[in-house]
């Protein structure tokens, strides 16, 4: 059976490791309360915003954008999770963000992921390199985690968009 990652020239399932994709369900402990509300969408203004010196406005809505369909590609198979800890504040994820999870995509080298390690719900940059899964802390107060064979792992999906508040 070949492995269907397309990071790794050798097929990891040989050693030991298991990695699902493209589940069926999502784990009970994360499961959405509720399906994707519908559509909303919100006045998009066309211009763009200078973060430096102020410039005039635009005085005309370009058209109507709606989150769900910029933020998300599959519904059926997204759902969000509330973020704890500070690993992943090199890439921008902090305490309370919200991320949205992909469970229909495959991890590729470098992606954020939501993965299961023995047991435990962790978000980590997914490396890939000689056939060795690491996963990668992005604060260096924090050890990486490689997956070694006997070790349980699972990707659950990838996390395509963090939400964060500025309050």
Do not use: W
């Amino acid at each position: 059976m070949r492995c269907s990652l397309r990071c790794c020239d050798s097929c990891l399932f040989q050693r030991g490791v298991r990695i699902r994709l493209k589940q069926d369900k999502v784990p009970s402990s994360i499961k959405k309360k509720s399906a994707i509300k519908p559509s909303v969408r919100l006045p998009f203004f066309g211009c763009v915003v200078s973060c430096g010196f102020p410039s005039p406005a635009d005085d005309y809505i370009e058209k109507k954008l709606d989150l769900n369909e910029y933020l998300i590609d599959k519904p059926s198979a997204t759902f969000f999770v509330r973020v704890a800890g500070d690993s992943m504040i090199g890439v921008g994820i902090h305490p309370d963000d919200l991320l949205i999870v992909d469970r229909s995509k495959e991890p590729r080298n470098k992606s954020i992921v939501l993965a299961v390690v023995n047991g435990e719900f962790t978000v980590k940059r997914y490396i890939c390199r000689n056939s060795k899964i690491t996963l990668k802390a992005e604060n260096p107060a924090y050890q990486d985690i490689v997956i070694v064979e006997g070790m349980q792992f699972e990707v659950v999906g990838v996390c395509t968009n963090v939400i964060h508040s500025l309050k």
